[in-house]
């Protein structure tokens, strides 16, 4: 994707080939920040503090974090040192520990002086398999746009929650990969972005990809959406998501839920954009095997913006005496959803379904369990 005609992935290597870049997203979309990370625990700080975030490119930093690490040091000691560390940076997104496990798994039978250049070698490969496996999703969503466009006047009205654009993965994005190959075939769109507290990534996020490409969107309260679609004004929902069971159940950005919930009592389709790293072959229910992450309650008691002087602030918008409660997420059960979006095609979102797209894969992780790990 571009950003001001200069096309950017959300995370590269530097010039000397061992230093990590990436977009500091805590700074858009009023400060476009570009931010070196040359340790392990800085790429830990990065996953840890949202610098990035979306469970693509926190798989991706990761493993990044470990090429880091294995650069400095490459024992036996600092590789199980670097898992530990990364994987107990964000706990929900499955990304997380499918790329630290495919790091481990290529390092762990090298003699330490192979390991770095090997590490960096299936870093960016993770990346590029993530760029390709997102134009793919794209590719099968297109049809569904294509199919709404085909029967009715006027734009494709889409709603998206949180951002699952090209900054939550390495490029293209999983729920807007079929918008922007939409847009580029000319398909006459429109997208209602959610304001996703109580970080506001669409807000922050999502409207500043659609700005930048020219895609008619427009700002909404989280809560406006069951509103729009009872008048008739949302033609389909593509969400993303962070961790999928086995059997459908979709865990994504809180308030998620309720957008299924308001689309399944309106007939309006809920498709989520899954890339199959994100599916956790080890868990059937959603509810009770998902860890559900709780975020600091300051997310909700403060906001942050750009004041009239220009400066960006953060300012308290509830009495001081309130505590804040912040679950970052919620899990939509599998009946609730319209369709997978996947790399492969567009799955049913039923344990045959996914398996049936993935059968080499399924029951890949030791085999499927319904409790909390």
Known sequence: MKVNGKAYRSIWLAEDGRTVRIIDQTRLPHDFTVVDLTTLHQAALAIREMWVRGAPLIGATAAYGMALAMAADASDAALERAHEVLVATRPTAVNLRWALEEMRARLAPLAPPDRAAAAYGRAAAICDEDVEINRRIGAHGLGLIEAIAARKDGPVNILTHCNAGWLATVDWGTATA?????????????????????????AQLTAWEM???????????????????????VDMVIVGTDRTTARGDVCNKIGTYLKALAAHDNGVPFYVALPSPTIDWRVTDGLAGIPIEERSGDEVSFVQGRDPAGCVTRVRI??????????AFDVTPARLVSGLITERGIAAATASGLAAMFPD???ADGGAISGRR
């Open 318 to 327: 509830s009495p001081e005496a309130t505590p804040g409660a912040n679950p």
């Open 211 to 233: 700005a930048g490409h020219g895609i008619a969107h427009h700002l909404i309260t989280d809560n406006a959406g069951g509103h729009l679609m009872q008048r008739g004004q």
């Open 178 to 202: 079929p918008i922007y190959q939409a847009a580029a075939k000319g398909i006459d769109l429109h997208v209602w972005v959610d304001e996703t507290r109580p970080r506001n990534q669409g």
């Open 361 to 363: 894969r399924a029951g």
